[in-house]
């Protein structure tokens, strides 16, 4: 193997003499950022790796909502450790400039299939979390339309339709991610009384945290319930009662087609579902203190393996006109193929866990073709890895 292939920036060179034999062999180690605090990252850690703890994994409920092929690695490396990149930075600042003199912060993650998107969007949820952010979640935009459980009649709203099985999800999401502040969100009061039914009301002056477990309790109040603490949160955090972060994954599907039918037959737009309705109410309301982080991704429009057709990538053709006007000023972030120091540091991380198993993908002449036939793509590249 030729020294001078190996980057002097990313990996330590050392001689290690073998008992059965006199020459030397180059041992490559992975190179960790100085810290696991994503509050205290900076640019020299860019390509760098960090540990995620086990008590983040569990309070975010990351090892629940984290996409299939992660949640695979994380039960197969008995960890979870991410790559520090520059879309990680870009959303991290945006999270520190979040105070109660700007309107919120609207942050759009978008790129190429399988250029880590997703994992951009938890880095980024991960830090609002350790700075004591209240979150609200949404893990896949596209399941409120698509994934069609149960729905009822809005009482609140004439022809708007309720989905009581997508509001508890995200209710019981937002307790389990907000634990550390639940007795903080206890303090907070609402605004005005809730009436729900003829015998069933939350008054003013109620803590929030009890919108949530009426939620959750009561199945059929569940819709309002979240439509209520979506609209006293944006509310408290305007007075600077709170940090919050709406967190949407494959945000554009909440403008995208719906599963969910009319009495009529035909479907309903995706205005017309009120938790959809609820999370857009974000976009079109002008609140403090707080940001929304969003992922564009091409499979509300197309299919992610489609490398045939016109691609679709950008904001402006994920979200479309109507989507764009809401959003309008946003921050866009892409996310990029990897670099080559960042290659070689999750190439080294995946030999360093076995998941390289065929013996020729751990030679140099194996190691270029998987860059060939990845085009350092980071999704190409762990599942070739992942047969190799």
């Not at 990252?41 to 994994?57: F, R």
Request: charged share 25%; net charge positive; proline share 4%.
């Amino acid at each position: 193997m030729r020294t001078h292939l190996i980057k002097p920036t990313i990996f330590l060179a050392v001689r290690n003499y073998e008992s059965t034999s006199s020459s030397f062999i180059i041992k490559r180690f992975i190179t960790r950022t100085s810290t696991d605090d994503p509050r205290r990252l900076i640019p020299s850690d860019i390509g760098k790796m960090y540990v995620v703890p086990k008590a983040t994994l569990y309070g975010l409920q990351l090892h629940k909502i984290f996409p299939q092929t992660f949640k695979q690695q994380l039960e197969m490396f008995e960890e979870c450790v991410w790559l520090c990149r520059q879309p990680t930075l870009e959303i991290m600042n945006c999270l520190k400039a979040v105070n109660t003199t700007i309107p919120s912060i609207r942050m759009v993650v978008w790129g190429k299939h399988g250029t880590g998107k997703s994992i951009s969007f938890y880095q980024g949820v991960q830090y609002a979390w350790h700075s004591k952010f209240v979150l609200l979640t949404v893990r896949n935009a596209m399941d409120l339309a698509r994934t069609v459980k149960d729905i009822q009649m809005s009482v609140y709203k004439e022809g708007r339709i309720d989905t009581p099985y997508h509001a508890q999800n995200l209710l019981t999401l937002f307790k389990h991610q907000n634990q550390l502040l639940w007795d903080e969100l206890s303090k907070l009061t609402t605004e005005r009384t809730y009436v729900w039914t003829k015998l069933e009301k939350t008054t003013e002056g109620a803590p929030l945290t009890e919108l949530v477990e009426l939620g959750l309790e009561k199945t059929t109040l569940a819709t309002d319930c979240l439509g209520a603490l979506c609209r006293e949160l944006r509310r408290h955090s305007t007075k600077g009662d709170i940090k919050l972060l709406l967190a949407v994954d494959m945000a554009n599907s909440l403008y995208g087609i719906t599963k969910i039918n009319k009495i009529t037959g035909r479907r309903a737009p995706s205005d017309e579902i009120s938790v959809i309705h609820f999370i857009r109410k974000f976009f079109t309301t002008e609140w403090y203190n707080g940001a929304c982080l969003l992922v564009a991704d091409k499979r509300e429009r197309s299919h992610f393996a489609d490398k045939f057709t016109i691609p679709l990538d950008t904001p402006h053709e994920l979200f479309g006109e109507k989507g764009i006007a809401d959003l309008d000023p946003f921050i866009p972030i892409e996310t990029k193929n990897y670099t080559e120091d960042e290659f070689e540091q999750i190439y080294e991380y995946y030999k360093e866990k076995h998941w390289l198993a065929n013996p020729k993908a751990l030679t140099e002449e194996g190691k270029i073709q998987l860059k060939y036939l990845s085009v350092y793509n980071p999704f190409e590249f762990e599942r070739l890895c992942s047969f190799n």
